[in-house]
T-cell receptor
Framework: SQQGEEDPQALSIQEGENATMNCSYKTSINNLQWYRQNSGRGLVHLILIRSNEREKHSGRLRVTLDTSKKSSSLLITASRAADTASYFCATDYRDSGGGADGLTFGKGTHLIIQP | DTEVTQTPKHLVMGMTNKKSLKCEQHMGHRAMYWYKQKAKKPPELMFVYSYEKLSINESVPSRFSPECPNSSLLNLHLHALQPEDSALYLC???????????????FGEGSWLTVV
């Protein structure tokens, strides 16, 4: 199965700065998604970008996708202390029967915003 | 209501116990998922149900037994677990099993399982 790999594994910045996280994956995809997880909690879907899209925005989030390099980046602008969390990219794959998709998550970036 | 509700939040069980994790959603979603997440690791897919049928089983050991009684409920039956099965178990749902724009996955808060 495919797997996303994020870098950096950990990132600490000052409040108000921009945070950039990168994700690489191995095989072709239909969609790439980014999720956020606060410590020990469930995951929250942030944004989905289709394989034929290059850039997408949602509020303070900007996602880019380069399918030729099999990579994506997530930019959070004007960071806030509440953005402290782990961020995962996820790629989907369809089971051989075609009835459902699974998501494979990358290793994640732990983002700390210093107030 | 955009919630996926999981119970219990915490469970401690012995290696000879039988227990169950429960998950419920009332969003009319027809796909439900179980993921396992170890500390400081990404979630790993275990099972996918689509229209109450098991669509994906990621080679999960038989000591984990999923059950989907109806489209709103998903259970994970646990028997003869090992200490290394201790993890956060996340339930999720989506409109149907074919993911894409407008059909993304909603996660519950998880059940913390400790096997002693």
């Amino acid at each position: 199965s495919q797997q996303g790999e994020e870098d950096p594994q950990a990132l600490s910045i000052q409040e108000g700065e921009n945070a950039t996280m990168n994700c690489s994956y191995k095989t072709s995809i239909n969609n790439l998604q980014w999720y956020r997880q606060n410590s020990g909690r469930g995951l929250v879907h942030l944004i989905l970008i289709r394989s034929n899209e290059r850039e997408k925005h949602s509020g303070r989030l900007r996602v880019t996708l380069d399918t030729s390099k099999k990579s994506s980046s997530l930019l959070i602008t004007a960071s806030r202390a509440a953005d402290t969390a782990s961020y995962f990219c996820a790629t989907d794959y369809r089971d051989s029967g075609g009835g459902a998709d699974g998501l494979t998550f990358g290793k994640g970036t732990h983002l700390i915003i210093q107030p | 209501d955009t919630e996926v509700t999981q119970t219990p939040k915490h469970l401690v069980m012995g290696m000879t116990n039988k227990k169950s994790l429960k998950c419920e959603q009332h969003m009319g979603h027809r796909a439900m998922y179980w993921y396992k997440q170890k500390a400081k690791k990404p979630p790993e897919l275990m099972f996918v149900y689509s229209y109450e049928k098991l669509s994906i089983n990621e080679s999960v050991p038989s000591r984990f037994s999923p059950e989907c009684p109806n489209s709103s409920l998903l259970n994970l039956h646990l028997h003869a677990l090992q200490p290394e099965d201790s993890a956060l178990y996340l339930c999720a749902s989506s409109q149907d099993g074919l993911l894409g724009p407008g059909n993304t996955i909603y996660f519950g808060e998880g059940s913390w399982l400790t096997v002693v």
